[in-house]
């Protein structure tokens, strides 16, 4: 059973997508421009946006960090499409952290971006759709949220909090009749990943994300995880004990 409506086709559907510029949120542009949204593209490459949108997308450049250019862009898209059906928020950054190396500054910025970026978003968001009694609401967390993991000191942080938040916006949301949706990607090839000097199991596409993200919103899914031949193992692995989850970790990873 869909713990959210489900959508039957993203044809006419205002969608705005937030962190598209590259990874994961430039191929989810791509598909949903293919199958006929009414797409709005935000990041903080303008010169990004307008290559990919090619005409075929509204563009409104902002930082999620930033309350007024967010606001700005948000009056823009709901002046240009007449509203908005559906917010994809996939800004996001990622920097490998061990606690020997942990930064006070740079720490600062993950949690930023990632979570309070998140959070400015929904602010808008969630009233304007509680107040229409519809709209789709999609963060993406990641499955460093579901438990510790070494390097990933302040960004699996980030993502745990943004699971419970979107978990809590759910249990607000869905009464007044609004979707949430919670993304919990595993591995995927994108710049930022890019960046981990370890083995990735799992390894997937952009491309493939894109298609589990829209299929997921389309079968009304609340947490949309994948690959699952990863993401299972690892909500397993956070079902044990830390006596036995601890030093599983450690030889899972070599970290």
């Known amino acids: 059973m869909s713990l959210n409506p489900?959508?039957?086709?993203?044809?006419?559907?205002?969608?705005?997508?937030?962190g598209a510029s590259s990874g994961i949120g430039?191929?989810?542009?791509?598909?949903?421009?293919?199958?006929?949204?009414r797409l709005a593209?935000?990041?903080?490459?303008?010169?990004a946006l307008t290559a990919l949108a090619d005409g075929n997308a509204h563009v409104a450049r902002a930082d999620v960090t930033d309350h007024a250019s967010l606001r700005a862009a948000f009056e823009s898209?709901?002046?240009?499409?007449?509203g908005i059906d559906v917010v994809i928020i996939n800004a996001g950054t990622h920097q490998p952290v061990?606690?020997?190396?942990?930064?006070?500054?740079?720490?600062?910025?993950?949690?930023q971006v990632n979570l309070v970026g998140a959070m400015n978003v929904s602010a808008l968001l969630a009233p304007y759709f509680a107040q229409s009694g519809g709209g789709r609401l999609a963060i993406t967390a990641s499955v460093a949220g579901y438990g510790g993991l070494p390097s990933g000191l302040v960004y699996g942080a980030t993502k745990a909090a943004l699971i419970n938040f979107a978990e809590t916006?759910?249990?607000?949301?869905?009464?007044?009749?609004?979707a949430v949706h919670l993304i919990n990607p595993g591995f995927v090839k994108t710049p930022l990943t890019d960046l981990n000097d370890f083995k990735m199991p799992a390894l997937i596409g952009?491309?493939?994300a894109a298609?589990?993200?829209?299929?997921g919103i389309e079968r009304g899914s609340f947490e949309i995880h994948f690959p699952k031949r990863f993401t299972r193992v690892l909500k397993l692995l956070n079902l044990l004990p830390y006596r036995l989850y601890f030093p599983l970790v450690h030889r899972i990873t070599g970290l």
């Open 211 to 215: 298609r589990e993200i829209l299929a």
């Open 98 to 111: 061990r606690a020997w190396e942990l930064d006070a500054a740079a720490a600062e910025k993950l949690v």
């Open 26 to 37: 430039e191929a989810t542009a791509k598909l949903l421009m293919q199958r006929g949204a």
């Open 41 to 47: 593209l935000t990041s903080r490459s303008l010169d």
């Open 77 to 82: 898209i709901c002046a240009t499409l007449g």
């Open 6 to 18: 489900k959508l039957a086709d993203w044809r006419g559907q205002r969608v705005w997508l937030i």
């Open 169 to 178: 916006l759910y249990l607000d949301l869905a009464p007044r009749g609004v």
């Open 206 to 208: 952009a491309d493939e």
